[in-house]
Structure formats: structure tokens, C-alpha cells
């Protein structure tokens, strides 16, 4: 079992960037790593999610072009970058993880889940 907590939330303005941190309590080598994110009053959404060795990141059409996901096995530690903010990223971000080999963009998908950490975006 792993427990998964996100950092570098918080209040950015429209055309900048942010980078979101999710450290787990154990080694992540086995698992799959995802983002996820949920606006006041709409469902969880998947943002992004990726594999073991890096090699297959996968990414939300409404996301793609502005966010990198990526992971660092040693620090037991994924990163979501979002440049470009636009105010409709505003939500909260949540880390996510699934033991396995296979990307996958589901939330039913994952087992693991962080407790979220809030991104505002300003026009």
C-alpha cells in the first residue's frame, strides 16, 4: 500500500505555470502514476498518467501541449508541470497511483489516491 501526498498547489495567474509535486510514502518503481483534477461541481477528470520507466505518458486532449507528467523513481516522487495556465484549470489536482505495468486514464483504474491539493487560476 502506498500513501501519496500533493504539494505546489495554489493561486496563479492566467499564462503562468505551476509544478505539482505527489511523494508517496514507498517506492513507486511498480506503480503507474497518474493526475487527476475536479472543478466545483463536475466529476473528477483524468489529466495525465505514467508508466514505470517514462516511456509512455499519456494526456487529456484538453490538457495536451501544456502539461508534463513526469516521475522520479529515487525520490519516490511524481510531478505534474502545467504551463499556460487558463482559469478553467482551476480544480483540485489530485496524485494517483496503480501497481501495474499498463498506463491507464480511469479513475476506477487507480487504487491510490492523495488527498488533493488546490490550483486557482486568475484571469
Known amino acids: 500500500q502506498v500513501q501519496l501526498v500533493e504539494s505546489g498547489g495554489g493561486l496563479a495567474q492566467a499564462g503562468g505555470s505551476l509544478r505539482l509535486s505527489c511523494a508517496a510514502s514507498?517506492?513507486?518503481?511498480?506503480?503507474?502514476m497518474g493526475w487527476f483534477r475536479q472543478a466545483p461541481g463536475k466529476e473528477r477528470e483524468f489529466v495525465a498518467a505514467?508508466?514505470?520507466?517514462?516511456?509512455?505518458?499519456r494526456y487529456a486532449d484538453s490538457v495536451k501541449g501544456r502539461v508534463a507528467i513526469s516521475r522520479d523513481n529515487a525520490k519516490n516522487t511524481a510531478y505534474l508541470q502545467i504551463n499556460s495556465l487558463k482559469p478553467e484549470d482551476t480544480a483540485v489536482y489530485y496524485c494517483a497511483a496503480r501497481h501495474g505495468l499498463r498506463t491507464v486514464t480511469t479513475t476506477r483504474d487507480f487504487d491510490y489516491w492523495g488527498q488533493g491539493t488546490q490550483v486557482t487560476v486568475s484571469s
Open positions: 505514467i508508466d514505470r520507466s517514462s516511456a509512455m505518458p
Open positions: 514507498g517506492s513507486i518503481f511498480d506503480y503507474i
